[in-house]
């Protein structure tokens, strides 16, 4: 049984991507995630909340991000985000003292809207 538990596999716990740094594809730390969302139906991971900027918690801004905007690098053992500085300051965000309204469909229509990925619930 202790070989099954040692063998690389493509799972992850969502404890252990909590926490992950987030990189520029030319290895440049951005932040780190944050928490998952999941769709409770599906049971798919829908968006990952990056963490980034300000200064011990101060400040901090939260970006949720469609989790097929993140690739995860093997070499960085980080998730990898292509995106520039004018894209990421134009990114809808919130502020971690205040939650996105996970219940406004066309909140999460206008993330992937701006992300140029299909919803993860269909359409576009």
Do not use: C
């Not at 690098?73 to 971690?96: G, M, T």
């Amino acid at each position: 049984m202790a070989d099954v538990l040692t063998k690389p596999h493509q799972l992850i716990a969502s404890d252990r991507v909590e926490g992950t740094a987030v990189r520029r594809p030319n290895g440049d730390r951005l932040g780190h995630i944050e928490r998952l969302m999941i769709d409770k139906v599906s049971g798919r991971v829908s968006y990952a909340i990056l963490s980034f900027g300000g200064f011990l918690g101060m400040g901090t801004s939260l970006l949720p991000l469609p989790w097929a905007r993140l690739a995860y690098h093997p070499k960085f053992e980080a998730y990898v985000l292509d995106i520039d500085e004018e894209e990421l300051k134009q990114a809808p965000s919130f502020r971690a003292d205040k939650d996105f309204d996970w219940g406004d469909r066309s909140q999460e229509a206008e993330l992937h809207r701006y992300y140029g990925i299909p919803p993860y619930w269909g359409g576009f």
